[in-house]
């Protein structure tokens, strides 16, 4: 168990929905990022916080947004949904910079 | 999206072989790190490398950061069933950021 909790585990929603990923960090890290894992992209960083401010953006779509709230779980927000927005969403957590990110068993969202 | 050259892309070994794969990058790393991934699971860490020349071992695994901080390995001896899984390699840049940047995986199965 890495101490990092994602909900839900499942989504399955119709295009041009909107969903809302929710991710709780290890006690103590500060930092949270998110990250996609389709079949033929891999895991690609979407974005970062620190301390509930924005720290680094990857390949995140302007569809996308994501917050980290002053009790540091974070959220990531999905809308106008896509087929190809179908994937595996994890949420990873790390203390120091340069220390390990620990993963969540993250949300598979299944767009239909 | 921006990923680390991992080879070799999948392994077929029989239980008992020892194992070996690389993670190769043009950009210089201030860490790198190794990932296990068992289906339907988030990245679990295995090993965490720091400096260059750094040669690491956690039980079977041996991993190393290579002198030229571009690349590193892993060594996985006496294979068992369990071991079967996706490994990626990772890297951290560092500066502000801890954005962890991936390889693109070695599936690796272990034949009994």
């Known amino acids: 168990d890495s101490g990092v909790t994602q909900t839900p585990k499942h989504l399955i929603t119709a295009t041009g929905q909107r969903v809302t990923l929710r991710c709780s960090p290890r006690?103590?890290?500060?930092?949270v990022y998110w990250y996609q894992q389709s079949l033929d992209q891999g895991l690609q960083f979407l974005i970062q916080?620190?301390?509930?401010?924005?720290?680094a953006k990857g390949n995140i779509l302007e569809r996308f947004s994501a917050q980290q709230f002053p009790d540091l779980h974070s959220e990531l927000n999905l809308s106008s949904l896509e087929l190809g927005d179908s994937a595996l969403y994890f949420c990873a957590s790390s203390g120091s910079l340069g220390s390990p990110l620990h993963f969540g068993n993250g949300t598979r969202l299944t767009v239909t | 999206g921006q990923q680390l050259n991992q080879s070799p892309q999948s392994m077929f070994i029989q239980e008992g072989e020892d194992v070996s794969m690389n993670c190769t990058s043009s950009?210089?790393?201030?860490?790198w790190l190794w990932y296990k991934q068992d289906p339907g699971e988030g990245p679990v860490l295995l090993i965490a490398l720091y400096k260059a020349g750094e040669l690491t071992s956690n039980g079977r695994l041996t991993a190393q950061f290579g002198i030229t901080r571009k690349d590193s390995f892993l060594n996985i001896s006496a294979s068992i069933p369990s071991d079967v899984g996706i490994y990626f390699c990772?890297?951290?840049?560092?500066?502000?950021?801890?954005?962890?940047?991936f390889g693109t995986g070695t599936l690796l199965a272990v034949q009994p």
């Open positions: 950009s210089i790393f201030n860490t």
């Open positions: 006690s103590g890290d500060l930092s």
């Open positions: 916080y620190y301390n509930g401010e924005e720290r």
């Open positions: 990772a890297g951290i840049y560092g500066g502000a950021t801890n954005k962890l940047i």
